[in-house]
């Protein structure tokens, strides 16, 4: 069965403090794995795919990065605006739709 | 250009009624999905549509049901409210040409069931 499991749940962090997410999948043939963030209220908002392992992918303070097993969000000097939640989801070779981990809930005070 | 719009925002209703959640997609995207979150869980996918056509039905009850309009407008239905059908669903939409799932979210509709 096709699994995503985050951790941590919630990571609480100094403006300034950078830190890495972590993101452990099981798939069946992988055809992207996706990482989003979630502000309350909101609906998720894209920010990176990865398709094969080894790949790296940078916006801002943010870059992903992807082995055979799990996937890293580093998150380096974040600031506050950079609250929010961060979900990561695999699309499956068998499927066209993503399955979604809980998330890791991040808390950047100043 | 507009995102991916939901309505109601807010939805409040008793057990055992039905409900119907709406969603326009981005202009020009063709493909609409639908996803149930609930409080402290990532999203769960519902269904999937493509040129008004079902290509994807997640792990629910027959209680819930969609379609797809000839605008790519789209409509979830859940018949029998349950307590436990609490959440917010969300609306999203994909680029044609675009492969794999890199989805446009609405900012959903919160449904409590009292």
């Known amino acids: 069965e096709d699994q995503v499991t985050q951790s941590p749940e919630a990571l609480r962090l100094q403006e300034g403090e950078s830190s890495s997410l972590n993101c452990s999948y099981t798939?069946?043939?992988?055809?992207?794995l996706f990482w989003y963030r979630q502000d309350p209220g909101k609906g998720p908002e894209f920010l990176f795919t990865?398709?094969?392992a080894g790949e790296e992918k940078e916006k801002e303070r943010l870059k992903a990065t992807l082995t055979k097993k799990e996937s890293f969000l580093h998150i380096t000097a974040p600031k506050p605006e950079d609250s929010a939640t961060y979900l990561c989801?695999?699309?499956?070779?068998?499927?066209?739709?993503?399955?979604f981990g809980k998330g890791t809930k991040l808390s950047v005070k100043p | 250009d507009a995102g991916v719009t939901q309505s109601p925002t807010h939805l409040i209703k008793t057990r055992g009624q039905q409900v119907t959640l709406r969603c326009s997609p981005i202009?020009?995207?063709?493909?609409v999905s639908w996803y149930q979150q609930v409080l402290g869980q990532g999203p769960q996918f519902i269904f999937q549509?493509?040129?008004?056509?079902?290509?994807g039905r997640g792990n629910f009850p027959d209680r819930f049901s969609a379609r797809q309009f000839p605008n790519y407008s789209s409509e979830l239905n859940v018949n029998a409210l349950l307590l436990g059908d609490s959440a917010l669903y969300l609306c999203?939409?994909?680029?044609?040409?675009?492969?794999?799932?890199?989805?446009?979210f609405g900012s959903g509709t919160q449904l409590s069931v009292l």
């Open positions: 999203a939409s994909r680029a044609p040409g675009q492969e794999d799932e890199k989805l446009f």
């Open positions: 798939v069946s043939g992988l055809r992207g």
């Open positions: 990865l398709y094969s």
């Open positions: 989801a695999v699309q499956g070779g068998s499927q066209g739709n993503l399955i």
């Open positions: 202009s020009g995207h063709k493909s």
């Open positions: 549509y493509y040129e008004k056509e079902e290509r």
